[in-house]
């Protein structure tokens, strides 16, 4: 493995691991800060690091023609705000470790939107793919412990955010192709900061909260902003542009296993029917993007 190969690969390693290490730290936060305020204060963060990015660079970008601003902005109404209120609300009642494995199946999702809204004919291995995924899902959200069946209302906020995220990926590719890839970003999290922040001081009242909380608070959602929403998505950039869409989007699979990690040694072990319905996710996601085709294993 060349040198640059093997740079690009760690870097997307880290990106992983910070969204996984993501879950936990957004756990970390339920009962403490608001959804709306936990989002407002980490994209709000986010969005800083970008403006500040775009004086230092200073690059030409692409010129937004007609209508185009308002579509990025709803853009980052659906895949910021839409998605963090989502996520932040589904880990009040809901594990790291499920929220991770709920996400994962993200890929499946929006190849089966993009289906429907780009067009396209789907083979039998996404859709083998995508019952294998969302029967892993079955069991995650099912099966928290080993007495009972459960379903937390957390569960279903955290399918909501795999929909915001997955619908946004593929308005994205419909609605704003031509943008570039961190001028899109920059114009969606400021959208999402701006969105979040009105509901936040709307139904949060983050201005009585925010002096009352920790510093260790500000410093997880420090966190989330620098590590889970700005490298975690210029290495991911990086990633793509080095080894192509396809290739890096394997490294996705990684994401739950570092929430995994992250728990245990958090002293939180997952239950068996969790761990079970990993190995269903990941390999549904697997199925349903070809992966095993590169080996020789075909479904028909």
């Known amino acids: 493995m060349a040198g640059t190969e093997r740079s690009i690969f760690g870097l997307l390693i880290v990106a992983m691991f910070f969204w996984g290490s993501n879950f936990n730290a957004a756990s970390a936060l339920a009962g403490i800060v608001p959804p709306l305020t936990a989002g407002a204060e980490r994209f709000l963060i986010a969005a800083l690091i970008f403006l ?27 895949g910021v705000f839409g998605f963090n209120f989502a996520f932040f609300t589904g880990l009040q009642s ?30 039998i291995q996404h859709w083998l793919g995508a019952c294998l995924g969302f ?20 569960d279903l906020y955290m399918i909501v955010a795999c929909l915001c995220w997955s619908l ?32 936040a001081v709307l139904f949060e009242h983050p201005e009585t909260l925010i002096p009352q909380l920790v510093p260790q608070t500000h410093l997880i959602l420090l966190y989330m902003g620098a590590c889970g929403s700005v490298l975690a998505y210029i290495f991911w950039l990086k990633g793509i542009q080095a080894l192509g869409p396809g290739r890096a989007a394997l490294f996705f699979n990684l994401v739950p296993v570092f929430t995994l990690l992250v728990g245990m040694v958090l002293g939180e072990p997952p239950q068996p029917l969790q761990l079970i319905g990993m190995v269903g996710v990941i390999t549904g996601v697997m199925l349903g993007n070809g992966v095993f085709r590169q080996f020789g294993w075909r479904a028909v």
């Open 135 to 154: 029967m892993g899902v079955a069991l995650v959200i099912t099966g928290k412990s080993d007495t009972r069946l459960q379903f937390a209302e957390g």
């Open 52 to 78: 500040i990015l775009r004086l230092y660079h200073g690059r030409a970008e692409s010129r937004l023609e007609g209508w185009m601003p308002m579509k990025l902005v709803a853009l980052g109404i659906l």
């Open 168 to 199: 946004y990926s593929v308005l994205c590719k419909r609605y704003a192709p031509t943008v570039p890839p961190l001028q899109l970003s920059r114009w969606n999290i400021c959208a999402g900061a701006i969105s979040l922040s009105l509901a």
């Open 94 to 123: 809901t594990s790291a470790l499920n929220g991770a494995l709920i996400m994962a199946t993200s890929p499946l999702v929006t190849t089966l939107l993009a289906s429907v809204v780009l067009g396209g004919r789907l083979g």
